[in-house]
Protein backbone atom coordinates (compact mmCIF):
# COMPACT_ATOMS: atom_id res chain seq x y z
CA UNK A 1 0.00 0.00 0.00
CA UNK A 2 2.54 2.52 0.96
CA UNK A 3 5.34 1.76 -1.73
CA UNK A 4 2.97 1.85 -4.98
CA UNK A 5 4.23 4.30 -7.78
CA UNK A 6 1.37 7.12 -7.85
CA UNK A 7 1.12 9.97 -10.57
CA UNK A 8 -1.03 12.96 -10.11
CA UNK A 9 -3.15 11.83 -7.67
CA UNK A 10 -4.13 8.41 -6.58
CA UNK A 11 -6.15 8.84 -3.65
CA UNK A 12 -9.82 10.61 -2.93
CA UNK A 13 -9.36 11.38 0.71
CA UNK A 14 -13.07 11.56 1.78
CA UNK A 15 -12.50 12.40 5.35
CA UNK A 16 -13.36 16.32 6.83
CA UNK A 17 -10.43 19.12 5.81
CA UNK A 18 -9.11 19.10 10.08
CA UNK A 19 -8.29 15.25 9.40
CA UNK A 20 -7.01 15.82 5.92
CA UNK A 21 -5.02 18.95 7.31
CA UNK A 22 -3.24 17.01 10.28
CA UNK A 23 -2.22 14.00 7.53
CA UNK A 24 -2.86 12.10 4.79
CA UNK A 25 -1.69 9.89 2.11
CA UNK A 26 0.81 11.84 -0.87
CA UNK A 27 -0.44 12.46 -3.70
CA UNK A 28 -3.94 12.17 -2.51
CA UNK A 29 -6.72 15.30 -3.11
CA UNK A 30 -9.15 16.03 -0.23
CA UNK A 31 -12.99 15.54 -1.52
CA UNK A 32 -14.81 15.05 1.96
CA UNK A 33 -18.09 13.01 2.65
CA UNK A 34 -18.71 15.50 5.54
CA UNK A 35 -17.29 18.42 6.06
CA UNK A 36 -15.85 19.81 9.56
CA UNK A 37 -19.28 20.74 10.89
CA UNK A 38 -21.23 18.32 9.56
CA UNK A 39 -18.30 15.41 10.46
CA UNK A 40 -18.55 17.19 14.22
CA UNK A 41 -22.40 16.91 13.98
CA UNK A 42 -22.75 13.22 12.84
CA UNK A 43 -20.33 12.58 15.62
CA UNK A 44 -22.11 14.34 18.43
CA UNK A 45 -25.27 12.49 17.24
CA UNK A 46 -23.41 8.94 17.52
CA UNK A 47 -22.57 9.30 20.88
CA UNK A 48 -25.61 10.71 21.88
CA UNK A 49 -28.43 8.32 19.86
CA UNK A 50 -26.10 5.72 18.27
CA UNK A 51 -25.04 4.88 15.20
CA UNK A 52 -28.80 4.12 13.17
CA UNK A 53 -28.91 7.97 14.23
CA UNK A 54 -25.94 9.22 13.47
CA UNK A 55 -26.69 7.78 9.89
CA UNK A 56 -29.60 9.13 9.46
CA UNK A 57 -28.41 12.53 9.94
CA UNK A 58 -25.35 12.23 7.75
CA UNK A 59 -27.66 10.89 4.85
CA UNK A 60 -30.18 13.91 5.33
CA UNK A 61 -27.18 16.55 5.48
CA UNK A 62 -26.09 14.90 2.31
CA UNK A 63 -28.44 15.06 0.15
CA UNK A 64 -30.49 16.52 -3.02
CA UNK A 65 -27.93 19.00 -4.72
CA UNK A 66 -25.58 18.75 -2.37
CA UNK A 67 -24.89 15.42 -2.78
CA UNK A 68 -25.42 15.75 -6.30
CA UNK A 69 -22.24 18.20 -6.69
CA UNK A 70 -20.05 16.08 -4.22
CA UNK A 71 -20.91 12.85 -6.47
CA UNK A 72 -19.97 15.27 -9.58
CA UNK A 73 -16.27 16.52 -7.58
CA UNK A 74 -15.46 12.87 -6.90
CA UNK A 75 -16.14 11.52 -10.91
CA UNK A 76 -14.45 14.60 -12.37
CA UNK A 77 -11.54 13.72 -10.12
CA UNK A 78 -11.51 9.53 -11.65
CA UNK A 79 -12.36 10.77 -14.81
CA UNK A 80 -8.96 12.79 -14.64
CA UNK A 81 -6.71 9.90 -13.06
CA UNK A 82 -6.07 6.63 -13.81
CA UNK A 83 -6.40 3.71 -11.08
CA UNK A 84 -7.68 6.30 -8.51
CA UNK A 85 -8.46 4.60 -5.03
CA UNK A 86 -11.31 6.45 -2.11
CA UNK A 87 -10.41 6.66 1.55
CA UNK A 88 -11.61 7.21 4.94
CA UNK A 89 -10.19 6.82 8.46
CA UNK A 90 -10.55 2.95 8.65
CA UNK A 91 -12.11 2.36 5.41
CA UNK A 92 -15.83 2.17 7.20
CA UNK A 93 -18.88 3.81 6.20
CA UNK A 94 -18.05 7.15 4.90
CA UNK A 95 -16.24 4.95 2.03
CA UNK A 96 -18.50 2.12 1.77
CA UNK A 97 -21.58 5.41 1.49
CA UNK A 98 -19.23 7.18 -1.61
CA UNK A 99 -18.36 3.60 -2.95
CA UNK A 100 -21.97 2.61 -3.40
CA UNK A 101 -22.72 6.17 -4.21
CA UNK A 102 -20.39 6.25 -7.43
CA UNK A 103 -21.50 2.41 -8.35
CA UNK A 104 -25.50 4.30 -8.85
CA UNK A 105 -23.09 6.05 -11.39
CA UNK A 106 -21.73 3.10 -12.92
CA UNK A 107 -18.20 3.94 -11.22
CA UNK A 108 -16.47 0.96 -9.85
CA UNK A 109 -14.26 2.59 -6.93
CA UNK A 110 -11.49 0.46 -5.29
CA UNK A 111 -11.57 1.62 -1.61
CA UNK A 112 -8.33 1.19 0.26
CA UNK A 113 -8.48 -1.21 2.92
CA UNK A 114 -8.32 -0.49 6.30
CA UNK A 115 -8.06 3.26 5.35
CA UNK A 116 -5.84 6.18 6.87
CA UNK A 117 -5.79 3.94 9.84
CA UNK A 118 -4.16 1.03 8.68
CA UNK A 119 -1.83 3.05 6.36
CA UNK A 120 -0.33 5.03 9.47
CA UNK A 121 0.05 1.84 11.09
CA UNK A 122 2.11 0.44 8.44
CA UNK A 123 4.24 4.09 8.44
CA UNK A 124 4.95 3.20 12.37
CA UNK A 125 5.23 -0.01 12.54
CA UNK A 126 8.65 0.68 9.59
CA UNK A 127 10.20 2.67 11.62
CA UNK A 128 9.70 1.16 14.92
CA UNK A 129 12.87 -1.13 14.11
CA UNK A 130 16.21 -0.46 12.49
CA UNK A 131 16.63 -3.19 11.30
CA UNK A 132 13.26 -2.85 8.84
CA UNK A 133 15.25 -0.46 6.95
CA UNK A 134 17.65 -1.67 3.76
CA UNK A 135 19.33 -0.44 1.47
CA UNK A 136 22.84 0.62 1.80
CA UNK A 137 22.37 4.62 3.32
CA UNK A 138 25.24 7.21 3.09
CA UNK A 139 25.31 10.34 4.91
CA UNK A 140 26.59 14.31 3.63
CA UNK A 141 28.31 15.89 6.30
CA UNK A 142 30.10 18.95 6.94
CA UNK A 143 30.47 21.93 9.28
CA UNK A 144 27.32 24.52 8.79
CA UNK A 145 27.41 26.28 5.55
CA UNK A 146 29.43 23.64 3.37
CA UNK A 147 26.47 23.23 0.87
CA UNK A 148 25.79 19.83 1.70
CA UNK A 149 22.33 20.23 0.64
CA UNK A 150 23.19 21.24 -2.87
CA UNK A 151 24.95 17.66 -3.05
CA UNK A 152 21.87 16.25 -2.16
CA UNK A 153 20.11 17.83 -5.11
CA UNK A 154 22.49 17.22 -7.50
CA UNK A 155 23.11 13.47 -7.03
CA UNK A 156 21.24 10.78 -7.99
CA UNK A 157 19.09 8.35 -5.04
CA UNK A 158 18.55 11.22 -2.60
CA UNK A 159 16.26 11.99 0.08
CA UNK A 160 16.79 15.61 0.79
CA UNK A 161 15.22 15.77 4.25
CA UNK A 162 15.31 19.47 4.42
CA UNK A 163 13.03 19.93 1.36
CA UNK A 164 10.58 17.69 3.12
CA UNK A 165 10.30 19.29 5.99
CA UNK A 166 10.56 22.82 4.40
CA UNK A 167 13.45 23.93 6.62
CA UNK A 168 16.85 23.90 6.29
CA UNK A 169 18.14 22.70 9.68
CA UNK A 170 18.79 25.42 12.13
CA UNK A 171 18.14 27.69 14.52
CA UNK A 172 18.02 30.26 11.74
CA UNK A 173 16.52 27.59 9.08
CA UNK A 174 13.19 28.56 8.72
CA UNK A 175 11.27 29.32 5.46
CA UNK A 176 8.40 31.79 4.84
CA UNK A 177 5.97 29.07 4.22
CA UNK A 178 4.69 26.66 7.19
CA UNK A 179 6.16 23.39 7.88
CA UNK A 180 3.82 19.95 7.52
CA UNK A 181 2.37 18.40 9.79
CA UNK A 182 4.83 15.72 11.49
CA UNK A 183 2.31 13.33 9.99
CA UNK A 184 2.23 14.43 6.36
CA UNK A 185 6.49 15.00 7.01
CA UNK A 186 6.99 11.05 7.86
CA UNK A 187 4.18 10.12 5.33
CA UNK A 188 6.21 12.00 2.42
CA UNK A 189 9.54 10.70 3.64
CA UNK A 190 8.70 6.85 3.54
CA UNK A 191 7.09 7.06 0.10
CA UNK A 192 10.77 8.38 -0.51
CA UNK A 193 12.17 5.88 1.14
CA UNK A 194 10.21 2.77 -0.36
CA UNK A 195 11.55 4.42 -3.86
CA UNK A 196 15.21 3.71 -2.86
CA UNK A 197 14.80 0.93 -0.35
CA UNK A 198 16.77 -1.45 -2.14
CA UNK A 199 19.62 0.45 -3.86
CA UNK A 200 21.87 3.20 -1.91
CA UNK A 201 20.40 6.07 -0.18
CA UNK A 202 21.96 9.41 0.22
CA UNK A 203 21.31 11.78 3.13
CA UNK A 204 21.97 14.93 4.29
CA UNK A 205 23.55 14.75 8.22
CA UNK A 206 20.39 16.31 9.96
CA UNK A 207 19.68 16.62 13.74
CA UNK A 208 16.75 14.18 14.96
CA UNK A 209 14.63 17.66 14.94
CA UNK A 210 14.62 19.56 11.77
CA UNK A 211 12.76 22.45 12.56
CA UNK A 212 9.20 21.47 13.93
CA UNK A 213 9.15 17.93 12.58
CA UNK A 214 10.90 14.62 14.30
CA UNK A 215 12.51 12.00 12.32
CA UNK A 216 10.34 8.55 12.73
CA UNK A 217 11.09 6.22 14.82
CA UNK A 218 14.52 4.91 14.18
CA UNK A 219 15.47 6.93 11.54
CA UNK A 220 18.13 8.92 12.81
CA UNK A 221 19.51 6.01 14.74
CA UNK A 222 20.05 3.85 11.24
CA UNK A 223 21.48 7.86 10.09
CA UNK A 224 23.95 7.76 13.15
CA UNK A 225 25.50 4.53 12.27
CA UNK A 226 25.47 4.93 8.55
CA UNK A 227 28.65 5.76 6.24
CA UNK A 228 29.93 9.16 6.02
CA UNK A 229 31.17 11.34 3.00
CA UNK A 230 32.68 14.94 4.47
CA UNK A 231 32.67 18.04 2.67
CA UNK A 232 35.46 19.77 4.01
CA UNK A 233 34.89 23.91 3.47
CA UNK A 234 36.97 26.50 4.99
CA UNK A 235 35.44 29.17 7.11
CA UNK A 236 35.52 32.04 4.51
CA UNK A 237 34.03 29.52 1.67
CA UNK A 238 31.14 28.55 4.29
CA UNK A 239 30.53 32.35 5.40
CA UNK A 240 29.91 33.43 1.65
CA UNK A 241 27.35 30.14 1.26
CA UNK A 242 25.61 31.11 4.05
CA UNK A 243 25.23 34.86 2.82
CA UNK A 244 24.24 33.81 -0.35
CA UNK A 245 21.75 31.25 0.79
CA UNK A 246 20.08 33.50 3.95
CA UNK A 247 20.58 36.99 2.90
CA UNK A 248 20.87 37.57 -1.16
CA UNK A 249 18.60 34.62 -2.17
CA UNK A 250 16.02 35.88 -0.52
CA UNK A 251 16.55 39.75 -1.07
CA UNK A 252 16.33 38.59 -4.83
CA UNK A 253 12.99 36.79 -4.37
CA UNK A 254 11.49 39.97 -2.81
CA UNK A 255 11.98 39.78 0.94
CA UNK A 256 13.18 43.20 2.19
CA UNK A 257 16.03 43.44 4.64
CA UNK A 258 14.00 44.47 7.39
CA UNK A 259 12.07 41.28 7.14
CA UNK A 260 15.31 39.09 7.35
CA UNK A 261 16.30 41.32 9.85
CA UNK A 262 12.85 41.15 12.14
CA UNK A 263 13.08 36.62 11.21
CA UNK A 264 16.48 36.30 12.38
CA UNK A 265 16.65 38.54 15.00
CA UNK A 266 14.03 36.58 16.59
CA UNK A 267 15.93 32.98 15.93
CA UNK A 268 19.34 34.89 17.62
CA UNK A 269 17.12 35.85 20.53
CA UNK A 270 16.90 31.59 20.95
CA UNK A 271 20.43 30.89 21.26
CA UNK A 272 21.18 33.48 23.25
CA UNK A 273 21.89 32.01 26.55
CA UNK A 274 23.86 29.30 24.50
CA UNK A 275 25.93 32.55 23.00
CA UNK A 276 26.53 34.51 26.07
CA UNK A 277 25.76 38.21 26.72
CA UNK A 278 28.31 39.37 25.43
CA UNK A 279 28.40 37.26 22.02
CA UNK A 280 24.52 37.63 21.54
CA UNK A 281 25.26 41.43 21.58
CA UNK A 282 28.37 41.73 19.65
CA UNK A 283 26.57 39.26 16.93
CA UNK A 284 22.59 41.22 16.84
CA UNK A 285 24.62 44.22 16.78
CA UNK A 286 26.72 43.54 13.36
CA UNK A 287 23.27 41.91 12.23
CA UNK A 288 21.70 45.06 12.75
CA UNK A 289 24.27 47.08 11.23
CA UNK A 290 24.12 44.45 8.00
CA UNK A 291 20.81 44.33 7.39
CA UNK A 292 20.39 48.30 8.12
CA UNK A 293 22.20 49.41 5.21
CA UNK A 294 25.17 50.70 8.14
CA UNK A 295 27.33 48.31 6.88
CA UNK A 296 25.86 46.74 3.82
CA UNK A 297 27.47 43.59 2.97
CA UNK A 298 29.56 42.80 5.79
CA UNK A 299 29.24 39.25 6.60
CA UNK A 300 30.77 39.30 10.11
CA UNK A 301 27.81 38.54 11.89
CA UNK A 302 27.81 35.18 9.94
CA UNK A 303 31.25 34.65 10.86
CA UNK A 304 31.12 35.15 14.80
CA UNK A 305 27.64 32.55 15.00
CA UNK A 306 29.99 30.02 13.52
CA UNK A 307 32.60 30.43 15.49
CA UNK A 308 30.82 31.38 18.62
CA UNK A 309 27.52 28.84 18.02
CA UNK A 310 27.45 26.18 15.22
CA UNK A 311 31.13 24.98 14.84
CA UNK A 312 31.45 24.43 18.34
CA UNK A 313 27.92 22.19 18.39
CA UNK A 314 29.76 20.31 15.73
CA UNK A 315 32.46 19.54 17.23
CA UNK A 316 30.79 17.90 20.13
CA UNK A 317 29.60 15.50 17.38
CA UNK A 318 32.58 15.24 14.61
CA UNK A 319 34.82 12.24 17.03
CA UNK A 320 31.48 10.34 16.94
CA UNK A 321 31.02 10.73 13.26
CA UNK A 322 34.88 10.50 12.57
CA UNK A 323 34.94 6.35 12.81
CA UNK A 324 32.08 6.65 9.67
CA UNK A 325 34.49 8.86 7.78
CA UNK A 326 34.93 6.97 3.94
CA UNK A 327 36.06 10.01 2.45
CA UNK A 328 36.44 13.39 3.00
CA UNK A 329 37.12 16.15 0.20
CA UNK A 330 35.70 19.65 -0.77
CA UNK A 331 32.53 19.95 -2.60
CA UNK A 332 33.29 19.16 -6.11
CA UNK A 333 35.67 16.34 -4.68
CA UNK A 334 32.66 14.79 -2.91
CA UNK A 335 30.81 14.89 -5.60
CA UNK A 336 33.42 13.34 -7.63
CA UNK A 337 33.68 10.41 -5.05
CA UNK A 338 30.04 9.60 -5.35
CA UNK A 339 29.58 9.56 -9.00
CA UNK A 340 32.65 7.48 -9.56
CA UNK A 341 32.06 5.38 -7.02
CA UNK A 342 28.36 4.56 -5.98
Known amino acids: MINSDRKKYSYIDLRSESEYKKGTIPNSINIPILNDDEYRRVGIDYKKNGNQSAVKLGHHLISGNRKSELINSWVQTIDQNQNIKIFCKRGGLRSSTAAMWLNERSIQIE ?3 GGY ?3 RKEINNLH ?12 INGY ?3 RKTDLIKDVNSSINLEGIANHRGSTFGANQSEQPTQQNFENTLTKQYFKLCNSRIILEGESRNIGNVTLPGKFYEKMQSSDIIFIESSIEERVNNIFNEYVLKPQKQGVSSQ ?3 NIYSIALKKIRNRLGGDNYALIKHKLEASLNGKEEGTKLW ?3 LLEKYYDRLYNHKIDILRK ?5 GNWVACKEFLKNNY
Not at 128 to 139: C, E, H, Q, V
Not at 324 to 328: A, P, Q, T
Open 128 to 139: SNIDNYSGRWLI
Open 111 to 113: VLK
Open 324 to 328: NIIFR
Open 302 to 304: IEL
Open 144 to 146: TGS
Open 117 to 119: KDY
Open 259 to 261: SLL
